[in-house]
């Protein structure tokens, strides 16, 4: 039997590991260093907070930590092969040559071209929450999910367990997600056949996208909080815009938490409004609005040229952002942004 590594043989793994990941992102955004930093850091997973965090806490267990460890490296892979490379996919061969559906389905190249990268969409978003299944019942049972029926197995553990409810509602787009995409491409008749016959777009890329951006906005985040004795609370919903299907209800559905606060809005209220024009460096628009209105108390309305999916997945990191503020604080403000753009 192979002998387990030592946390400080993980530890050097885990660097190992983000060492290589890291010469893939210089690899790809060589020639675009001021958002290497940005996308680097937006897959959200960082390996050694979870090893130090799951080491301090009541959870530990010197038997499965080391494939805790790989598990959210596979995690972490996944996330990468979806977001650098086929969203990459949709931008270089898709986006950038057409805007519009009618003009993708007008060119039968690009339109496969789509549908292909719909299909790997598919299939890598479910290899994804399988790995993410797994890894939290290795994290809770101490062992992973076995089974024909891995996602019946894992809703039982889920409705059982008060702490995990938070992830029903997943687990309710992930089978609807199942019959209408994954299934059909996998074991049926596929649906991408249908659609190139009948010139049709389901948008699959927005429910992928959907159940992606939940994983980084509020599952991961709430693994952290519960290994460190904290009630998960982090919470994440994205409108989509495809035509409707009953089937894909649960993705529709609109949560009471975002009905009660849909009229509410944080917006700048200025006697006189100047509005001032950067070019991005170092830092991201969130960085320069959090310094700005957090730290220096400013009342500025920050917008900016990221381009992102119709659910509200990053596409591409902005490059221009424009601010907002009083006339009489121009000065004050872009002194301010300038200094942090490039300190």
Known sequence: ??????????????????DKILSAYISKYSNQPEILDT?????????????????SSNYYDEIVVERLVYTLMDIR??????HEIEIGQYNWRVIDKVDT???????????????????????????????????????EKKKLLEGKSKKG??????????????????IEKLTAFDDVFRTPEVHKFSSLRRMFLFNEDDKAEEFCFNL????????????????????PGHKSWGAIRAKGNEKLEPFFRVPDWVEKHKNDRVIGNFDKAQKLEFVIQNKTPGDVCEYLVNIKNKNILLT???????????????????????????????????NFLFN
Request: negative net charge; contains cysteine; proline residues 1%.
């Open 77 to 82: 892979l996944q996330m990468f092969f979806i």
């Open 153 to 170: 197995k894992f809703r039982k553990f889920i409705d059982d367990d008060s702490k995990w409810s938070f992830l029903v509602k997943t």
């Open 1 to 18: 039997m192979e002998s387990r590594k030592t946390v400080e043989e993980l530890r050097q793994s885990i660097s190992e590991f983000n």
């Open 212 to 231: 992606i951006s939940s994983f980084q906005n509020s599952i991961y985040p709430n693994i952290i909080l519960i290994l460190q004795g904290i009630d």
């Open 304 to 338: 900016h040229n990221s381009k992102y999916s119709e659910d509200g997945e990053l596409i591409s990191m902005a490059n221009k952002m424009w601010i907002t503020c009083e006339e009489s604080e121009v000065d004050e403000v872009k002194s301010l942004v300038e």
């Open 101 to 139: 559906f009618e003009a993708i389905r007008s060119d039968e190249f690009v339109y496969l071209t789509k549908l292909n990268i719909d299909q790997n969409l598919i299939l890598k978003t479910r290899i994804l929450f399988e790995r993410i299944m797994n890894f939290i019942y290795l994290l």
């Open 39 to 55: 996308m680097i850091s937006f897959n959200r997973i960082d390996l050694l907070e979870f090893l130090e965090t799951y080491l």
